[in-house]
């Protein structure tokens, strides 16, 4: 069965630092990846979403992810973060067997001034 | 765009009581989930349903029930809360594999 590991449960940087989040994924025949977030006192919503093509995805507020299929990871990265990037943040996978998504325990970005 | 609606976003309740949380989504998705958010531990799925009257249990059903009358509106019963059913409770809804768009959640308290 899949599995999803997100190896930092807290990251802490300061304003404007680069940052990455890292998200390994147990292999699977066919892979599509996912990240989430979650702001403060809210639900989920989609960040960005690696299906098939380019390795490298981004989303619309400067987060991309790559796909490494070698090294089963699929890492979320930021050149310079912003106080309101500031949430937790979620990697999912779908299960081999049922289709439904997987998520990691979450990562809790904490961008300081 | 798709709006999941979670009925309500903060509940206390009492040991023994039966607590209903009510979620229905806007866009006519056929897949609704029920997950409970735990620090730590992520989200982990407690039932779903692909289509009305239809359900599936999720990796931890134990102590809950839903229930799928209409397509938009999913509904997660406990039937007698207990103290370890303190959690945020998380509905989603999509139209096929993969994205998920989620409500704003339910914090519930068992006292």
């Known amino acids: 069965a899949q599995s999803v590991t997100q190896l930092d449960s807290q990251v802490p940087v300061f304003e404007e630092a680069p940052v990455e989040l890292r998200c390994n994924y147990s292999s699977s025949v066919s892979v599509y990846l996912f990240w989430y977030v979650q702001y403060p006192n809210q639900g989920l919503q989609l960040l960005l979403k690696y299906l098939s093509g380019s390795t490298l995805v981004e989303s619309i507020n400067g987060f991309e992810a790559e796909f490494n299929k070698s090294q089963t990871s699929f890492h979320l990265r930021k050149p310079s973060v912003h106080i309101s990037d500031t949430a937790e943040y979620f990697c999912?996978?779908?299960?081999?067997?049922?289709?439904?998504?997987?998520f990691g325990q979450g990562t809790t970005l904490q961008v300081k001034p | 765009d798709v709006k999941v609606t979670q009925s309500s976003r903060y509940l206390v309740k009492r040991t023994g009581e039966k607590v209903f949380l009510e979620c229905v989504q806007d866009?006519?998705?056929?897949?609704m989930f029920w997950y409970r958010q735990d620090p730590g531990l992520g989200l982990r799925l407690i039932y779903f349903?692909?289509?009305?009257?239809?359900?599936e249990k999720g990796d931890i059903p134990e102590g809950y029930s839903v229930s799928r009358e209409k397509k938009e509106r999913f509904s997660l019963i406990l039937e007698s809360a207990s103290t370890n059913q303190t959690s945020m409770y998380l509905c989603?809804?999509?139209f096929g594999p993969g994205e998920l768009f989620f409500g704003e959640g339910s914090r519930l308290t068992v006292l």
């Open positions: 866009m006519d998705h056929e897949n």
């Open positions: 999912a996978v779908p299960s081999s067997n049922t289709g439904k998504l997987i």
């Open positions: 349903s692909y289509d009305v009257k239809m359900k």
């Open positions: 989603a809804s999509s």
